[in-house]
């Protein structure tokens, strides 16, 4: 019955072919010519239609009309990149020229009324949704999204759940921190969500008492797929070994994505919701989810986005992203500040794989020693791993301050006490080894670690980092929390 509103709903709204084209449809052969002719047609339409890219592809568009696929791909590598403050400072000029000079505040999508009435202004897209992303500079960029736009980023989401075997009108139950992204206009939007299977379970910390309400949550709503950042869902996972939670029911289906996910939390939350299928995603405020994992890796959604990299100042790989399909507000060779490695592949059976092989984070997120050596998250999931392989997989997270180059403190969790000085013994040895460095090492075992997760959480936090999920547009709150860590920094 569920499954048939949903279509339904599709239908009424007037996504159903886009539903097909992005969740459904797959690119397994073939994939470079047909993401060649995908940039072909994108650069075509805002070379001449968007006032920001206006006329910056012409020569590129004669020169290589005929190449093929390969010289073009090539040859696009070529062209300029561009960063979200490029598209901070273009504004509204990076939309389509029918939208880059209408009143945003009259477009903006409200629902207001009964039900029926949101529904129809979605079939008819006379609307903008504004969002706005976070990022490591904590520099806003609000984007905003047409009908198709809006859609397009959220059946990428689809995507990913389609893929671990969810269907629409199955039960999802989304646990997410309260003044994130959209979430919260969301939830007031929920009048539909009886009926299309989503449950929202909102949080401001994690701790026994959270923890105890989404169980309880879990248990009666018996949800086929959960929705929820790695780092709350192991300590989800802690919580419920730590204080004997009865959880009664294990979701087939885990989904994580937005953060690293590093090995030890994989294994804990695995080793408590046993029944349960974790697979992790990877992708944007702006872009929607772009991958999803598979053997070998996080699989490129071909049919949505062309992932390239390019190096950094440091010589590290970071992520340029193209976003297909996508003219109202294009995203062209956007570069996304995320340090990774990205190849093709071919499985056994003549199916070609456009893969994420390794995900660092943002080109931010390092220890920088007093050599100038950079170590990224990669360098510390394998010291966890190489300790726990002798301490019985005792350690369940880890998060490491890092204090202008004079300092780290390494904070543990652990399932068991009696493994800590073994763990702090190893953990000096390991890093003095590894790191080279004279760098004074504090650590320490804690219960919970302290995080405000608004702001993304990251295994490695340096003074001055700011992450908010999902931008601090409009948001009291977040604008004085930067203003503090800017104070304390010294900016």
Not at 386 to 403: F, G, P
Request: charged share 25%.
């Amino acid at each position: 019955m569920a499954t048939l509103l949903y279509r339904l709903l599709f239908r009424i709204v007037g996504v159903t072919n886009l539903y097909r084209e992005i969740v459904v449809k797959d690119r397994l052969h073939d994939i470079q010519p047909q993401i060649r002719n995908d940039l072909q047609r994108l650069l075509e339409d805002v070379n001449e239609n968007n006032p920001f890219f206006a006329g910056k592809f012409t020569s590129f568009l004669r020169n290589h009309a005929n190449s093929d696929h390969a010289s073009f791909l090539q040859a696009y590598s070529k062209l300029p990149s561009f960063s979200k403050e490029d598209y901070a400072k273009a504004g509204q000029s990076v939309m389509a020229q029918d939208l880059a000079g209408v009143d945003i505040r009259r477009l903006e999508l409200k629902f207001k009324g009964r039900p029926l009435n949101a529904l129809l202004r979605l079939r008819r897209g006379d609307f903008l949704m504004p969002m706005a992303t976070g990022g490591s500079s904590s520099l806003p960029l609000v984007v905003y999204m047409t009908k198709r736009y809006m859609f397009s980023m959220l059946f990428t989401f689809f995507k990913c759940w389609y893929r671990m075997g969810w269907r629409p009108g199955e039960k999802m139950m989304i646990f997410y921190p309260k003044n994130t992204y959209n979430i919260d206009d969301m939830v007031k939007f929920n009048p539909f969500s009886w009926l299309t299977g989503f449950r929202y379970h909102l949080f401001d910390k994690v701790d026994e008492v959270t923890v105890r309400r989404l169980v309880d949550d879990i248990n009666r709503y018996k949800p086929k797929l959960l929705l929820v950042f790695p780092s709350p869902m192991n300590m989800i996972a802690h919580a419920i070994r730590k204080y004997n939670i009865p959880l009664k029911y294990h979701p087939p289906l885990i989904n994580v994505s937005g953060e690293t996910f590093f090995d030890c939390q994989r294994a804990n939350i695995q080793s408590i919701f046993s029944r349960s299928k974790i697979e992790d995603s990877y992708g944007s405020v702006e872009l929607g989810e772009i991958a999803h994992e598979t053997q070998g890796g996080l699989e490129i959604f071909a049919n949505a986005a062309y992932v390239e990299t390019e190096p950094n100042e440091a010589g590290q790989p970071e992520m340029v992203v193209t976003r297909l399909g996508l003219s109202d507000f294009p995203f062209v060779r956007y570069r996304m500040r995320d340090i990774a490695h990205v190849e093709f592949q071919k499985n056994e059976a003549g199916e070609e794989r456009y893969v994420i092989t390794r995900i660092e984070g943002k080109d931010s997120n390092f220890i920088l020693s007093e050599n100038g050596e950079r170590f990224y998250p990669s360098f510390f999931n394998q010291l966890v791993n190489d300790i726990n392989a002798q301490v019985h997989d005792s350690i369940l997270e880890i998060k490491v301050y890092e204090r202008d180059q004079k300092s780290l403190e390494v904070q543990f969790i652990v399932n068991q006490d009696r493994d800590c000085e073994r763990i702090r013994d190893l953990t000096r040895k390991l890093l003095a080894e590894r790191m080279q460095s004279r760098m004074h090492i504090e650590i320490k075992f804690v219960d919970f670690i302290d995080h405000d997760y608004r702001r993304k959480y990251r295994v490695i936090e340096r003074i001055g980092d700011v992450e908010f999920a999902g931008g601090i547009v409009g948001d009291a709150d977040k604008i004085e929390t930067v203003r503090t860590i800017e104070s304390i920094a010294g900016r």
